[in-house]
């Protein structure tokens, strides 16, 4: 590095047009050339895109010829091209951190109209940097050690895809789940569009190979409570909650199950969302993952009777000794290197449109229900029947329930069309009934989904275009059963009213209950429906903004199993990228403590969120681990004596900054 | 569910021509088609051009053969369309009476009841056609005393705006007693305009006569301003929703609720005063404009389940799935436009459900109900099984002594 603080500033300055991005609103020539006239400047110029090579070798070749040693950029984001422009400036030779951007699209072309007033801002802006950049000092990038591992949340088919892919490069992965079994909701789908292939015939092959996986921990009933760290370095507590079965122990045998002293299954199974039954010890469903039993405490004699339960179920494990009722909950750490977030959705409550009649009328039901019902698995060994015991002949099903719609969510759920018409299909396999789909526009897109769309409605499915306003007990229905759906067929322009004996709502996707919370531990942002917020949408979709974070599936958005396994591998990659390099450079924007000013009065010391800051007892000083400070300025702020510094956003820079903005040259 | 930003309106100015213009208007242009307007529509099986096609054809610049085929005459301005559809179009508050208010215009002959109706508006200040001087005669048989506010002489907690047909209608005079009643029991602080008050104009704007409408609403904004009081207290639903969305109430600083809400607010006083046992299943009819209009469903209940006795029982469409009575914007005066029609009378297929849910008592809180149903009741041959009762009447009944 040939510069030295001493040698007299000489900036160069560019703008980019962006295209008509930032020309179309600010006059770039005007820009360019008031900054001319600013001191120190040797050069300005216009570019219609620096990001280019041209643009970026213009910077170099300036830099080599009028010897300048501060670089300004005024164009997009700096969080898409700061890096690009760094990496240019270091190329011809100075320190990568006497480059300043200044970002005059997103703050500026791009959310005024106003000409005039867009241009003078962008004078504005430009003019703080100019002020700025002299008192930036050459500044070192310092590399951090990445942990071995990786943590992945949730264990439906991203969660399971995403840690096979990393198990199978060689990582070693935790898979943590919240339930009882890994598999999510595929694992209660009965068939999948758009090839009409068993959910269970292609997921659980993978879920055995999870159980089977050397590189792969499971832990299943359990939930990330805490994630300390930063990038590369994620120290995580997992809390296992008791299944008062020790998982070791525990062949999956179910002789349990059977001398419980229920002898028949009594409580609501929550596999088959409370379709089917279930014995206080069980196992969730035949192929779960893993294969061992659990104890419902809330159900269980042992727990809910004074005078307990004689344990039948005890004595017939017997020298296996896999129940233990004194089971507590239990905190394991781990530290990894990365983690993939992929804790996926949960269907919307049909109670909310309460005029469809979810949990007043029995024979409505939602579209999950259904899968279970129609699966050979499920509570009713895949005979269609409602909850009166017969087969249904005419079946409605309502798509968009929770979708597209102000009163609830107003975002396309993108899988409904296609299970309302897969669903069709396997009703009418099953049950001959004549089946109606009422949806407001069809939405098949992808590989293969028109060409299904078009199969089911060649089948003889019914499908009318208008949303049902009304549903209600059909008056000429003695029994009180059959349900008359009232809608206008959009196509007719008729309000008809179509009497059917079962109704299904093709309920959509919303994030899970407790998206907050984990948005909260691991320290990422939502958007403004809710789900987990991607990097950027199109250039970084499975990362977010914390760095070593990154997503899978349905938490960041409704999609389909492909899109989502597509995504997993994403992740992984993403994620044994990270982790297979080593180490992460950290941006030298960390804080230090000057000495000689500190006053010792610990203030600083607990205010840190990454506890990068201790207390030296010789010294009487607090002090700083640089690889633990990610910059967040708090202790800068803090300090009463104003002894702590941060690189980058030091007094003079930020002041020169603001001094540059309001000075009305 | 609630009705996206409820009061937000068009400015009272608005036509068909400016609509578009206007953010409400605009989002007309969002309108996905899917027709969940017309499903709901209590007519929308008997219209040429349900909602979902009016939009269509005011986007295709096709809307004098909405107006030209009467459609909108079968609008009965419940807000069903409206609570349900997904894009919140303000179709029951802006689009629809503006169209209305053209097929009015552009009818060869008025509807001979309506018609009627609104010159009483006009003229005397009640759809009745009654004296305005009579306004306030109910009140020397109110059994307590109703003080007009021009001789309390001081502000007033409670402006009480008793509507005409509280004031003129014998059934509706009863529910004024009850409510006066109540008031006494409470201590409420209230006062009535008396013959100064005039109809607050509602179904005059929901049939888009908005000439009408104005010089009504001007006319009682006007009285109102000359006192002072903390809220306006009022048993009609329509006169409510009217004060809510076209009355400048913020201007002038005024609140306005209903009297069930009122009393709502007041249940643990009111509670322990409600000692005579009413042996009632009763059933509550959601009225349009204090359920979907104004979200306002737990209060009533909540009033209903405070007297002993009284078993609380739903009907099939409750809550914002109710069904109309069918009185809404100018369907009060157009029954027999509808039979010429061969429509269905709304309040029958009610009461047909309170009759079907088991209810001895169907409960209201809007004056139109009182006479529609009890038509109904009558008509349907079940007198003898079924009383329709305003909450209030019932309240006031199980009042101590």
Known sequence: MRQSMSEPVRIGFYICHCGTNIAGVVDVDRVAKYVATLPNVVVSRNYKYMCSDPGQELIQQDIRENQLNRIVVA??????????????????????????????????AWVHTDKEEATTKAIALARAAIRRVPHHKPLEVKQVAVQPGVLVVGGGIAGIHAALTLADGGQKVYLVERDLTIGGHMARFDKTFPTLDCAACILTPKMSQVRAHPNITLWSYSEVVKVDGYVGNYRVTVKRKPRYIVE????????????????????????????????????????????????????CRVFTHPNGCKQPCVTACGDRKAIDFSQKEELVEVTVGAVIV?????????????????????????????????????????????????????????????????????????????????????????????????????????????????????????????????????????????LVLQAEDTLLGRVLKFP?????????????????????????????????????????????????????????????????????????????????????????NTAYVVEEDCSGCKSCVPLCPYNAISFVEDKKKAAINEALCKGCGTCVASCPSGSIVQNLFEDQEIFSEIEGVLANE | MAIVERNVTCPVDTTLETLLATPEGQQIMSCLQCGTCAGPCPYGEHM?????????????????????SGSLLRCVACYACMAKCPRGIRLTDVLLPLVKEQTLANLPEMPGELQKSLENMLRYGNPMGESGRKRAAWTATAGVPVPLIAQAGRPVDVL??????????????????????????????????????????????????????????????????????HRIVTGDSHALNAFHRRYPLAEHGW???????????????????????????????????????????????????????????????????????GGGGGGMWLDTYYKSKDMERLSERRVKEAVAAGASVLAVACPYELSRFEDAVKTLGHDKQMVVRDVVELLAESLEG
């Not at chain 1, 269609?384 to 968009?400: A, F, S």
């Not at chain 1, 909260?520 to 499975?542: D, I, Q, W, Y």
């Open chain 1, 342 to 482: 992929s804790t996926g959705f949960q269907i919307f409550d049909a109670k909310r449109v309460p005029y469809y009649g979810y949990g007043v009328y029995p024979n409505v039901y939602n579209a999950l229900e259904v899968e279970r019902l129609v699966n050979a698995s499920g509570p009713t060994n895949g005979e269609l029947v409602m909850r009166n015991g017969k087969r249904p002949k005419t079946v409605g099903i309502i798509h968009c329930v929770g979708s597209r719609d102000e009163n609830t969510n107003r975002w396309c759920s993108r899988v409904c069309c296609l299970y309302s018409l897969k669903l069709a299909h396997l009703i009418k396999e099953r049950t001959e009934a004549e089946v109606w789909n009422f949806y407001i526009d069809m939405r098949t897109p992808g590989k293969l989904m028109e060409e299904f769309y078009n199969r089911i409605s060649g089948e003889g499915v019914h499908l009318v275009r208008g949303k049902v306003g009304d549903v209600y007990p059909d008056p000429a229905d003695p029994e009180g059963q059959r």
């Open chain 2, 255 to 325: 609140q306005a609720e209903h009297t069930v809400q009122l009393l709502a607010r007041r249940l643990d006083e009111l509670k322990p005063r409600l000692t005579k046992r009413l042996e009632a299943v009763v059933a509550y009819h959601d009225n349009c404009c204090l359920g979907r209009g104004l979200d306002c469903y737990d209060e009533p209940r909540a009033l209903l389940t405070a007297i002993p006795g009284v078993k609380l029982v739903e009907m099939t469409h409750n809550r914002m799935n109710s069904l109309c009575c």
């Open chain 2, 160 to 229: 009480w705006f008793v509507e005409c047909y509280a004031s003129f209608y014998p059934r509706g005079q009863a529910v004024s007693r009850a409510a006066a009643k109540l008031f006494h029991a409470l201590g409420v602080d209230f006062a009535i305009l008396g013959n100064d008050e005039k109809c607050a104009g509602e179904c005059g704007r929901l049939t888009w006569e908005s000439g009408l409408f104005e010089s009504l609403a001007e006319y009682n904004v006007k009285v109102l301003a000359k006192y002072r009081f």
């Open chain 1, 500 to 588: 059917v004996d079962m109704v299904v709502l093709s309920i959509g996707l919303e994030p899970a209950a407790d998206a907050q919370q984990v948005r909260r531990t691991l320290n990422m942002s939502c958007g403004s429906e809710g789900f987990f917020l991607e990097r950027h949408p199109k250039l970084a979709p499975v990362s977010t903004c914390n760095d070593g974070i990154y997503l899978a599936g349905c938490c960041q958005g409704p999609k389909d199993i492909p899109d989502t396994v597509a995504q997993a591998g994403a992740a992984a990659a993403e994620a044994y990228a990270l982790v297979t390099r080593g180490y992460v450079e950290q941006e030298p």
């Open chain 2, 48 to 68: 040429d051009y349900p909602p979902r096609q009016v939009i269509n054809m005011l986007r295709r610049g096709l809307l004098d053969e909405v107006i030209a």
């Open chain 1, 248 to 299: 070791d122990l525990c062949t999956g045998c179910q002789e349990c199950v059977e001398a419980c002293v229920y002898r028949q299954p009594k409580f609501p199974d929550e596999f088959n969302v409370g379709l089917g039954l279930r014995k206080p010890v069980f196992l969730p469903f035949p192929q779960a993952v893993p294969a061992i039993v659990s104890i419902d405490p809330g159900t």
């Open chain 1, 75 to 108: 164009a997009c984001s700096p969080l898409l091209h700061e890096r690009t422009f760094r990496n240019a400036t270091a190329k011809a030779g100075i320190n990568p951190f006497c480059f300043q951007m200044v970002n005059i699209r997103e703050h500026d």
